[in-house]
């Protein structure tokens, strides 16, 4: 699958990861996210897989994530 983290402005890492078991399975998985600052209090986690048809993401999971204190910068 992929993955991008974003702050509602900015993609502020992105990536694949892959599962320990392939589909219909479920499996564990794990991957480090990495940025410097957020300009927003709340960032979007996205897991999504690129459609073979046309490349677009589908089954999308969202998740909601709080950066780490002082690693918020708020626009001037």
Do not use: M, R
């Not at 690129?50 to 994530?65: F, R």
């Amino acid at each position: 699958f992929s993955w991008h983290l974003e702050d509602g402005h900015n993609i502020l890492d992105e990536g694949h990861a892959t599962a320990e078991a392939g589909a219909p399975e479920w499996g564990s998985f794990e991957f480090t996210v990495n940025y410097e600052t957020a300009s927003n209090p709340v960032l979007i986690l996205y897991l999504y897989v690129n459609s073979a048809k046309d490349g677009k993401p589908e089954h999308e999971l969202h998740i909601p994530l709080k950066p780490k204190e002082g690693l918020v910068k708020y626009p001037q």
